[in-house]
């Protein structure tokens, strides 16, 4: 079984630009999350979508973040413009049931944005 | 508010076994969750607790305390790869995920 692929491992950018995070969750994975990892910290929840729909997006910062999930598979999560403390690993996880152990997260290997 | 807490880093001898805690305050409860995380890595699922007592796995083990507010992963015969941050997890009744900041475990030869 294919694990969660993220999309581009690694990103630079300069603050003020924009960046684009792709997730692909595991196949018939329902709920799919982004979190936002800073260094010595535990993962902060941006958003937690249902199939296509948005379940908690309370922390995500919505003036410069974005995200999707048009087809209840695979999701984007953009920023628009960076600044500086968005430096983090973006986490994308997948989880398979709705209750109990829906806290059993799989994780994508992540991606490192750097905003210089 | 909800909260976790566990120890910032705690350090520990190859072949040793290690106990790390974790205490939370959340609104509800719908289990708790262990996870390992290697540095540069994303976290990989350990172990789950809904029921007091202990979970055994291995050379892991988890125990919860629903009382207490209170779990402990428990690692024994220390091996180097066993060198990563472990973060605790509750689950509250909204079914959201409280994460704690981790515990990083450094293993000595």
């Known amino acids: 079984e294919a694990g969660v692929a993220q999309s581009p491992r690694y990103k630079i950018i300069e603050k003020r630009q924009s960046v684009a995070f792709w997730c692909n969750p595991i196949?018939?994975?329902?709920?799919l999350y982004w979190y936002q990892q800073i260094l010595g910290q535990g993962p902060k929840l941006l958003i937690q979508?249902?199939?296509?729909?948005?379940?908690?997006d309370s922390q995500l910062p919505k003036d410069r973040f974005s995200a999707e999930r048009l087809k209840g598979v695979d999701s984007t999560l953009k920023i628009q413009p960076a600044k500086l403390e968005d430096s983090a690993v973006y986490l994308c996880?997948?989880?398979?049931?709705?209750?109990?152990?829906?806290?059993?997260?799989?994780f994508g290997e992540g991606s490192r944005l750097t905003v210089l | 508010g909800q909260n976790i807490d566990q120890p910032t880093e705690m350090t520990a001898t190859e072949g040793a076994i290690v106990q790390i805690n974790c205490t939370y305050q959340?609104?509800?409860?719908?289990?708790l969750f262990w996870y390992q995380q290697h540095a540069g890595e994303a976290p990989t699922f350990l172990s789950y607790?809904?029921l007091d007592g202990l979970e055994e796995k291995g050379r892991f083990s988890s125990f919860l305390s629903r009382s207490k507010g209170y779990s402990y992963l428990l690692l024994k015969e220390l091996q180097m790869k066993d060198s990563a941050s472990y973060l605790c997890?509750?689950?509250?009744?909204?079914?959201?995920?409280?994460w704690g900041a981790g515990t990083k475990l450094i293993i000595k030869p």
């Open positions: 996880a997948s989880s398979s049931v709705r209750t109990g152990r829906a806290g059993e997260l799989f």
């Open positions: 196949s018939g994975h329902a709920t």
């Open positions: 979508f249902q199939n296509n729909g948005v379940v908690d």
């Open positions: 959340t609104s509800g409860f719908n289990g």
């Open positions: 607790n809904v």
């Open positions: 997890a509750v689950m509250d009744s909204n079914y959201q995920l409280i």
